[in-house]
């Protein structure tokens, strides 16, 4: 196996700090709150939760279709980033 030097510890360190910061601007990147109902949006009621369908605007004018699933206990959201348009 091999070993990290610590010139390649430096660089995967920074790689993870960027790939962090990339992934909270992602997440904080638009004003929209996808767990809120919006005119148009779809949703479906089952025995296990609640799955909302919403199209989110981003800062950079791109739509994203996301899946919000929420219950009493947990949630989630799935969005579809390759049909992402501008």
Not at 53 to 80: H, Q, Y
Request: charged letters at 25%.
């Amino acid at each position: 196996m091999k070993h990290f030097t610590s010139g390649m510890k430096i660089k995967l360190g920074i790689a993870m700090v960027l790939f962090g910061m990339a992934g909270v601007l992602v997440a904080c990147g638009s004003e929209a709150d996808p767990n809120k109902e919006k005119p148009g949006s779809t949703t479906v009621d089952t025995e296990y939760g609640r799955v909302v369908e919403n199209e989110i605007t981003l800062e950079n004018g791109s739509k994203v279709t996301c899946l919000i699933f929420t219950d009493s206990r947990k949630g989630g959201m799935s969005c579809n980033w390759r049909g992402a348009n501008k």
